[in-house]
């Protein structure tokens, strides 16, 4: 079965620099999530959008944005990378539609790190 | 605030022994309550789930969770550990409502299984 595609899996920046992450959900999902997950902490949520539009918003930063375009797959737009940065950003995808409603199936992540 | 604990950051078993991974969440309301496993390389993948009905939830792999509403609790159990099963297990909670869809997670219990 199709999942939740990240990409890069890897990214190394420096700090000052900009980071665009991509997220690819599964095919019908209307529902995209990004989380940041520092070094030995919990998944964070950042950000969520349904159908394009964003439907809830929680501990990220001025410095990123995200959007979800036409064909749902999201991006995550880091700009001022600081140390702090370093994490692991995952997505995950859900549907509204189905029995499955509020399930979150998540992608393998994309580890950022900034020097 | 939303907040979920697991109690155990650690956990060290020996196979066939007897597994239960706490998890509290601090107020009640309508929850959707969730177990993720996160293989060593892997991404998160889904357990189980409560979101109404049976509070004993059986999942994926011979896990299971008690819900008790009056504990606010969603303890994980398994019978019988194997090797395999060694990963960080996070329990997650989405709190009905405004906050459509984001998890809360706790901070992970780390299970290791010695053969």
């Known amino acids: 079965a199709a999942g939740v595609i990240q990409s890069p899996r890897h990214l190394i920046k420096e700090k000052r620099e900009t980071a665009t992450l991509k997220c690819y959900p599964i095919?019908?999902?209307?529902?995209v999530y990004w989380y940041q997950q520092g070094p030995g902490q919990d998944p964070q949520f950042l950000i969520s959008?349904?159908?394009?539009?964003?439907?809830d918003k929680g501990s990220i930063p001025d410095r990123f944005s995200a959007q979800q375009f036409s064909d749902y797959h999201s991006e995550l737009n880091m700009s001022s990378l600081e140390l702090g940065d370093s994490a692991l950003y995952f997505c995950?995808?859900?549907?509204?539609?189905?029995?499955?409603?509020?399930?979150?199936?998540f992608g393998p992540g994309t580890r950022l790190t900034v020097l | 605030a939303q907040s979920v604990s697991q109690h155990n950051h650690h956990v060290i078993l020996s196979e066939a022994a007897s597994l239960e991974l706490g998890c509290n969440y601090s107020?009640?309301?309508?929850?959707?309550l969730f177990w993720y496993v996160q293989y060593p390389g892997q991404h998160l993948q889904l357990l189980l789930k409560?979101?109404?009905?049976?509070?004993l939830v059986k999942g994926i792999k011979g896990f299971e969770a008690e819900f008790i509403k009056s504990k606010f609790s969603f303890n994980l159990r398994k019978p019988s550990v194997q090797w395999s099963d060694t990963a960080e297990y996070f329990c997650?909670?989405?709190?009905?409502?405004?906050?459509?869809?984001?998890?809360?997670f706790g901070r992970g219990t780390q299970l290791t299984v010695w053969p």
């Open positions: 959008f349904y159908e394009k539009m964003q439907s």
């Open positions: 107020y009640g309301g309508t929850v959707n």
């Open positions: 095919p019908r999902h209307d529902t």
């Open positions: 997650a909670v989405n709190w009905g409502g405004s906050t459509l869809g984001r998890l809360y």
């Open positions: 995950a995808s859900s549907s509204r539609r189905g029995s499955s409603y509020n399930e979150q199936f």
């Open positions: 409560y979101f109404s009905g049976d509070p």
